[in-house]
């Protein structure tokens, strides 16, 4: 990750993400755009309504404040690296990793 939070960065957030089969992320937004590459599984980004299937290779740009939801599909978890900035709703992955 790079993040604020550990002065890893000052205002862009990177990192990896891995969504369990049957998984979506809640609806969010971003005020910039959003750029997240597939490493692994299989899924599908909704964007403002519009479901783009995705794989491993596959690369999707978020316009910004546009509503989004990630979700996990198939019997491999879904594994996003992704980055976005400004930073700051990362600290709710950041905080449900320490759970």
Do not use: C
Not at 40 to 51: A, E, K, L
């Amino acid at each position: 990750f790079a993040t604020p939070n550990d002065a890893s960065s000052q205002k862009m957030a990177m990192g990896i993400s891995v969504l369990p089969s049957g998984y979506s992320t809640p609806a969010h937004h971003h005020p910039a755009e959003e750029f997240a590459m597939i490493v692994r599984g299989t899924g599908s980004i909704t964007i403002n309504g519009h479901i783009f299937p995705v794989g491993p290779g596959d690369v999707v740009v978020t316009p910004p404040d546009a509503i989004h939801v990630t979700t996990s599909l198939g019997d491999e978890r879904l594994v996003v690296y992704w980055t976005y900035g400004p930073a700051g709703s990362e600290q709710r992955w950041l905080s449900e990793e320490k759970e």
